[in-house]
Protein backbone atom coordinates (compact mmCIF):
# COMPACT_ATOMS: atom_id res chain seq x y z
CA UNK A 1 0.00 0.00 0.00
CA UNK A 2 1.59 3.03 -1.12
CA UNK A 3 1.84 6.39 1.59
CA UNK A 4 -0.22 8.65 -0.70
CA UNK A 5 -3.10 6.30 -0.65
CA UNK A 6 -3.12 5.33 3.20
CA UNK A 7 -2.71 9.07 3.99
CA UNK A 8 -5.94 10.68 1.68
CA UNK A 9 -7.41 7.40 3.49
CA UNK A 10 -6.95 8.79 6.98
CA UNK A 11 -7.94 12.25 6.23
CA UNK A 12 -10.86 11.34 4.88
CA UNK A 13 -11.42 9.08 7.95
CA UNK A 14 -10.36 12.47 10.07
CA UNK A 15 -13.15 14.63 8.08
CA UNK A 16 -16.10 11.64 8.21
CA UNK A 17 -15.70 11.73 12.34
CA UNK A 18 -15.29 15.69 12.52
CA UNK A 19 -18.72 15.82 11.09
CA UNK A 20 -19.94 12.98 13.37
CA UNK A 21 -18.65 14.74 16.17
CA UNK A 22 -20.12 18.14 14.93
CA UNK A 23 -23.30 16.39 14.59
CA UNK A 24 -23.14 15.38 18.37
CA UNK A 25 -22.61 18.40 19.74
CA UNK A 26 -25.67 20.40 17.43
CA UNK A 27 -27.96 17.42 18.74
CA UNK A 28 -27.32 18.26 22.18
CA UNK A 29 -27.30 21.52 22.02
CA UNK A 30 -30.98 21.29 20.52
CA UNK A 31 -31.54 18.80 23.12
CA UNK A 32 -30.46 21.09 26.12
CA UNK A 33 -32.69 24.29 24.43
CA UNK A 34 -35.42 21.64 24.15
CA UNK A 35 -35.44 20.58 27.85
CA UNK A 36 -35.47 24.40 29.07
CA UNK A 37 -37.92 25.70 27.17
CA UNK A 38 -40.21 22.28 27.61
CA UNK A 39 -39.20 21.40 31.57
CA UNK A 40 -41.32 23.52 33.11
CA UNK A 41 -43.98 22.94 35.33
CA UNK A 42 -46.94 22.68 32.93
CA UNK A 43 -46.79 19.48 31.26
CA UNK A 44 -46.34 18.61 35.04
CA UNK A 45 -49.40 18.02 37.56
CA UNK A 46 -49.48 20.02 40.65
CA UNK A 47 -47.71 18.79 43.36
CA UNK A 48 -50.83 18.91 45.54
CA UNK A 49 -50.04 21.66 47.68
CA UNK A 50 -51.92 23.48 50.82
CA UNK A 51 -52.86 26.26 48.23
CA UNK A 52 -54.40 23.57 45.38
CA UNK A 53 -55.84 21.69 47.72
CA UNK A 54 -57.73 24.54 49.06
CA UNK A 55 -58.97 25.55 45.69
CA UNK A 56 -60.75 22.02 44.95
CA UNK A 57 -61.93 21.94 48.30
CA UNK A 58 -63.77 25.44 47.72
CA UNK A 59 -64.62 24.03 44.24
CA UNK A 60 -66.29 20.59 44.79
CA UNK A 61 -68.65 22.84 47.76
CA UNK A 62 -66.54 20.94 50.46
CA UNK A 63 -65.89 24.52 52.09
CA UNK A 64 -67.68 27.95 51.77
CA UNK A 65 -66.63 31.59 50.46
CA UNK A 66 -65.90 32.44 54.17
CA UNK A 67 -64.20 29.32 55.54
CA UNK A 68 -62.07 29.24 51.63
CA UNK A 69 -61.10 33.05 52.74
CA UNK A 70 -60.02 32.17 56.23
CA UNK A 71 -57.88 29.33 55.18
CA UNK A 72 -56.56 30.96 52.70
CA UNK A 73 -55.48 34.25 54.33
CA UNK A 74 -53.65 31.53 57.07
CA UNK A 75 -51.79 30.29 53.96
CA UNK A 76 -50.43 33.41 52.92
CA UNK A 77 -49.76 34.62 56.37
CA UNK A 78 -47.15 31.80 56.95
Not at 11 to 25: I, K, N, R, S, Y
Not at 26 to 46: L, N, Q, Y
Not at 65 to 74: D, I, K, L, M, V
Amino acid sequence: MNDMNMTGSMTAWMVVWGLVGLALLIVAGFAIAWFIRHGGTADRPSDGGAGDILKRRYAAGEIDESEYQRRRAGLSAT
